[in-house]
Every structure is written in C-alpha cells, then in structure tokens.
C-alpha cells in the first residue's frame, strides 16, 4: 500500500544524497515521497520528480563569501561542532518545526537526519510514524568500538581503553556539551513535551527504528548499541546522467592513472594551500593528477602548476571518477569516504573536523588509507605520504578486496525493505 513519507535532512552533499538515494527507490516502490531541506537544494530534489519542501536555516549558495566564512567556522577542529549546533540549527528551532510542520501534513512516515531537532520534536508531539538515520559510526558511541572525537581540546582517540574508561570519558564529553542543549529544552516545554534526558543522542533517534547508512565493514554493530539501530549498507545515489566531462575522460585516456585530489562539497570552500600543495607533490612524484577544485575562484591555481600531466576540473562525479585513480586524496567526509571504498582504490586522507578524523582513522583501520593532519599538510609530507600508498602493494590489494565486499552491498534496498517492513505493523 502507498504511503506518504518526508525526509528531512541538513547540511553538504553528503547529507542530502544519501536521503536522495532512499527517496528514489521509495518513489519507484510506489510511495508518495518528498524531501523537506534547505532551498538551495530544490533543483537537485525537483529533477527526480520528488516533492520539495523548503525549510529553514537557509544555507546561503556556495561560492558567496557569506558561504566561505560559514564553511570557515563549520571546518574549524576544536569549535566547528559547536558552530554547528549552537549558531546554524538551534537559533532556528521554531522556524524549522513550523516549517516542517507543512511539510508532514497528511504523512504516515517521517525520516529524520541526526541534526533534525526539529524533526524528532515534531514527531514526538504529532505523534507521527518516525525512522530516525545516523550516516557516520560516530553518531552511534560505543564503549567498545575505536571512535576519534572532533573536540574543543582536539582530536581524541579511544582506541585501545578499556570499555569502563570509554564510558566514562563518553559522559564527560556529553556533559560538556549538555548546555548547548537548553534551546531545546525550552522548545520542548513550550511545546508541552517532557523535558529530554539527552538531546543530542537518546532523544534524536527514534525508538522504533534507526538506520545506520554505513557498511559493516566500515563499522561493526557493538554490544551496548540500542536493539533498533540496522546497518543497511552505504545507500550510493548513482544518477545515471551524470557523466564525466569529455574533457576530463580524455586525459584519463591518454596515460596512467591518476592521483585524484578532492575536498566534498564543503570543504571545498575552505580549501587553503591543499591544491597548490597536491599539485606540487604530485609534480615530484612525477605522476599525473586531477584536482577537483569546485566554483570558489580561490582555489584556481597559477598556470605554472598545471601541465599535461596536472589537471584541474571544477567538479567531476565520484562514482565515475574514483574507479580511474591511482589514489584518492580526500577530507575524510562520510560521503566521499563511501565513493573511494567502493572505488577499491587506496586513499590518502586530511581531514578537517566532525565525522572526519573518526572516519579517517577507520579507513587507516582496515588497511586502504593512510592520514596526514591539515597542518602538516605540505607537498613533502603528502609527496612521501603518497608514495607509500602507491609502492606498497597491500595497500591496493586491500583497498580492491574492500572494495568489493562494499560493491556486493545494496545498502538503499535494505534501507527501504526496513522502512516499509515499520509502516507494515
């Protein structure tokens, strides 16, 4: 039977592809779907015919030095988290419920992004059928899995303490974010909800049925972990329109494979020296090179830099691309870490904040990455970073072998086959 169900996600690419890939195939198994996001992502949504809602925080168009100084805070180490919740979502809390509340007029199913705290909100008080998603291992915080927090004092490891110590450390960080919360405690009193106990976590995934889209052989499920949580597998959103440019297939014709060098969708804009120094450490190797460099005009490099061999493209499809490279470099986002797994290509990662040091340190983990810091990031360093990913063959061997197992996924058709096995009770 046909159900109406809203999705609702926030932030990069990353973010909104994954909700993309889950509405196409809930569209074609005959579902009324929509998407309820941020407005510059209309087009993207209305070409696959899925109905789009727009809802506040407007993110403000990339390439606007409004959007570099946003992108600046969001990718800052110690403070991008707080940025995030306490200046772009939780001012806007009100906005965002009111908004969403149109969105979800009539609908049997809502699903909801980790930064949706309007959404878990609304679901809770219109007492609406809820599956909640998590896309990174680091929103599900186990006492025995190996995380790396983003934090105010830097990047922490757990790897290696014992499960009581993680519990520990695990409420220190959670109580020293426990202010940031307060918006949504106030929200939820005007709202006539109880008070949440922890809401950022508990009270942010769904009771019923919450979507972990990452593979197992990126993360396993741990023993403290809720009963409802599912891996489904990365759900890729493969548009078969989009093709590499006839430009770019050309080079990848015309020698060996290349280093790619990439930075998502948002890191993009706050790229520093990473192009200047790629292009240079791949001009000491002496191994060709492409460098998707995205619309900000200040990632443009000097002519002297670019050659035969180093090339720079505003913007090519991963799912295209990857599967030509030599080696990936890359900032460690969950969705770009998705693409260069299944590529089965080795990848060199710098990442920034958030997710990305704990997704980076997992792909080191199984063998198909190595990682160098954004602040040693200077040709020498990549240069010899790369060097080993491309002389040491198990590096390649690993990558293809891991490739493979996240190929022979179909992390959408589980996904959807959950949703529609919740609407079925």
């Known amino acids: 039977m046909s159900k109406r169900i809203v999705l609702t996600t926030f932030g990069s690419l990353g973010d909104l592809h994954p909700y993309m890939a889950i509405a196409v195939e809930l569209k074609q198994r ?16 209305e070409t696959e015919n899925i109905k789009f809602y727009p809802i506040r ?61 309007s959404g878990a909100l609304l679901v809770q008080k219109i007492g609406i059928g809820w599956v909640s998603v998590v896309l990174s291992p680091i929103s599900l915080l186990s006492a025995y899995d190996s995380s790396v927090l983003s934090t105010a004092l830097g990047v922490i490891s757990f790897n290696g303490l014992p499960p ?20 949504i405690q106030q929200f939820r009193k005007q709202l006539g909800l109880p008070p949440a106990k922890d809401p950022f976590f508990t009270d942010q995934n769904s009771p019923d049925l919450i979507l972990a889209l990452f593979s197992s052989v990126f993360a396993q499920p741990q023993i403290d972990w809720k009963k409802q949580i599912c ?12 093709e590499i440019s006839p430009e770019l297939l050309k080079f990848i014709e015309a020698g060996s494979p290349p280093i790619v060098f990439t930075l998502g969708s ?35 490099l000097p002519k002297n830099l670019l050659s035969a061999d180093i090339v720079a493209f505003n913007y090519a499809p991963y799912s295209k691309i990857f599967s030509y490279a030599s080696v990936i470099v890359h ?18 990662v710098m990442p920034y904040s958030h997710d990305q040091p704990d997704n980076a340190a997992r792909a080191e983990r199984l ?25 040491e063959p198990k590096y390649a061997q690993q990558a293809a072998l891991v490739g493979q197992q996240i190929r022979a996924e179909n992390g959408v058709k589980v996904a959807c086959d959950r949703i529609e096995a919740y609407l079925s009770k």
């Open 57 to 117: 925080p407007d993110l403000p168009n990339e390439n606007t030095e409004e959007a570099r100084l946003a992108v600046k805070q969001v990718m800052n180490l110690k403070t991008g988290t707080e940025y995030v919740f306490r200046q772009l979502i939780l001012p806007y809390l009100q906005d965002t419920y009111n908004d969403l509340m149109q969105a979800v007029d009539g609908a049997d199913l809502v699903i909801t992004h980790p930064l949706s705290f």
């Open 30 to 45: 005959g579902h009324n779907v929509a998407i309820a996001t941020s407005e510059i992502y209309r087009e993207k949504v």
């Open 266 to 300: 948002a890191a993009v804009n706050d790229a520093g020296n990473f192009y200047v120094e790629s292009a240079i450490a791949a001009k000491q190797l002496g191994c060709r090179a492409v460098l998707l460099i995205g619309k900000d005009d200040r990632n443009q």
């Open 231 to 242: 891996i489904t597998g990365f759900p890729f959103y493969d548009r078969q329109t989009e």
């Open 331 to 348: 900032q460690g986002g969950i969705g770009t870490t998705a693409e260069a797994l299944r590529s089965g290509r080795p990848m060199l």
């Open 164 to 183: 009581f110590i993680n519990q520990l450390l695990f409420k220190l960080a959670k109580l020293s974010i426990h202010s940031w919360g307060e918006p």
């Open 367 to 391: 063998g198909v990455a190595r990682i160098i810091q954004r602040s040693n990031y200077q040709a020498i360093a990549v240069a010899s970073e790369l060097k080993q990913l491309l002389n």
